[in-house]
Each structure stands twice: as C-alpha cells, then as structure tokens.
C-alpha cells in the first residue's frame, strides 16, 4: 500500500522557499522547527529531491535526544528512513546525510544514472531503480510501501513538490509561512515546475486548519478529492 504523503515546507509571506541563489533560509522560528522535529519522528520516512541536497546538504536527521529516544522505546530505529530523489546519481557521497546519524538512506535514481556514480552511492545507501529517464513517483510510492514506510514526509524542494502536486501524490499539506519577504523572480516558491495552463489542472485543496506559531502561520490543506 501507497504510504499517506504529507508535504511540509516553510515559505516567506511572498511563496519563496530560499532566495534567488537557493541559499538555505530560517523561515521557521524555534517552535516551528521543533514542530517539524516532531513531524520527522512520527513518520517512518523524509524525502527530498536532489537539488536540495546540492543547495543545503541537508542531513534530514531527527535532532532532538527526546524524540530520538521516544522512537528507540517504540521499537522504532532512531532515525526514520532518509530518501533522496535522484534521477543521475549526483548525490555526494561525503553529504552530511551520509554523515550525520544512524539508519537507512535510500537514492531513487533512473535506469540510465550514470553506473559509476550508482555504484558509489551504493556503498553508502540502498540504491533503488526507478524510471527510465527520470524518477518515476508513482514506482518510489509504491516501492516505500513494500519496504513498510506507511507515512511520508516531503520536505521539497521546489521542483519535487511539483511533481506531487500536481500529479495528485499527497495527502496533506502543510505550509508554514513565516514573518518575512525574500523576493527575487528566481527564487524558489513553494512550488515551482511547468505550472498548470487551464482552471481544470489546478490541484484544489481543503483547508483543515490555521495555526499561529512564532510569528508566522501553520496551514494545513488536505487534498481535495475530485
Ligand atoms: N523552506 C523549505 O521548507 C524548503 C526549502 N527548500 C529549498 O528548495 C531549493 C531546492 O529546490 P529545487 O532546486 O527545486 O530542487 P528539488 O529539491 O525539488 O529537487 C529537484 C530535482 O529532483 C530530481 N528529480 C528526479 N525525479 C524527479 C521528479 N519525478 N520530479 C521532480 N524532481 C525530480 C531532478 O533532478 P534530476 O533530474 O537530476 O534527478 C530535479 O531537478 C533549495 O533552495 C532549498 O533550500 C527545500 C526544501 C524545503
Ligand atoms: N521547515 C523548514 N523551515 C525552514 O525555515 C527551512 N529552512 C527548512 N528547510 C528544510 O530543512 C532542510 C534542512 O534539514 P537539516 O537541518 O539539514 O536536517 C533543508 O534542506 C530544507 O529541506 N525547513
């Protein structure tokens, strides 16, 4: 069975997810990353895409000692499973991912990922075929769920929330729009992608709910179903 996907990002009041040269950018304050902390320990997986890494060279890691114990108590690994989106196999083997905590890393890549670069990851994290050309979401869902992840986490970027949205692959959306502007035409917004050209393509969403934290807003939609 499919995992539930639940994608959380944190954007600026104007949609932008970092600045115009993809630099990392705090958006959330220190309750809301404990809040994403939290939503990194009770799912099984977290996912990226590759131009993440290359940008943050994101560990995608549980940082707080409390949570990471809560899961060991629950017979959980501490770590829940770290999955990269990566159709060529461009994932550096020293990233702090690979450096940074325990548990299983999983590479999506493509058939025609260069078999060098495959094999290097390989030493490293699980690396899984998926797609010709380039990762195919449907394939990687459905792969997570024979492997028993049953709820997943997407963090991003960009371009990778694209692709779930709009090919309808989530169940939930949780946006965090922080108290700032970034600006900038290139920078990330919380979606980016080809972007729908008529009303009927638009992914519709359900509002479930607004929260304040920090000095920002949590928004939670579900999918709306057709
Ligand atoms: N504020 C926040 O909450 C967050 C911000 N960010 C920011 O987002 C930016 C990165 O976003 P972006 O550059 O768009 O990169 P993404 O992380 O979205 O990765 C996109 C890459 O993933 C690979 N990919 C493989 N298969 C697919 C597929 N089916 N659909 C989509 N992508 C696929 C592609 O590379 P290839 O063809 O080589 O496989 C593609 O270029 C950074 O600046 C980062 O800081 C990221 C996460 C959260
Ligand atoms: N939720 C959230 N709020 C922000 O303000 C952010 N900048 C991000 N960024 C995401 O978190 C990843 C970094 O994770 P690690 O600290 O390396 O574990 C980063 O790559 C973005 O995915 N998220």
Redesign the pocket.
Known sequence: MRPYVII????SADGK???KE????K??GDQDFARVDRLRADCDAVM?????????D?SLRLKNPDLIAERTAAGKTEQPMRVV????A?MPPDGDMFKKGTGQRVI???ETAPPDRVAALAEKATVISA?TD????TL?LDKLGEMGVKKLMV??????????TSQKLFDEIRI?VGALIIGGTDA?TFV??SGFTRAEGFTRLALKNVEKIDDGLLITWHKKEE
């Open positions: 959380n990002a944190a954007m997810i970092s600045t993809h630099r990392q950018t958006i959330s990226v895409g590759i131009g993440t890494i290359l940008a943050d994101s989106i990566d159709s060529r461009r999506f890549v493509a797609g380039k990762v195919d979401l990687v963090e991003g970027g960009a371009t990778l929330l694209w692709s779930f965090y990330p980016d992608g």
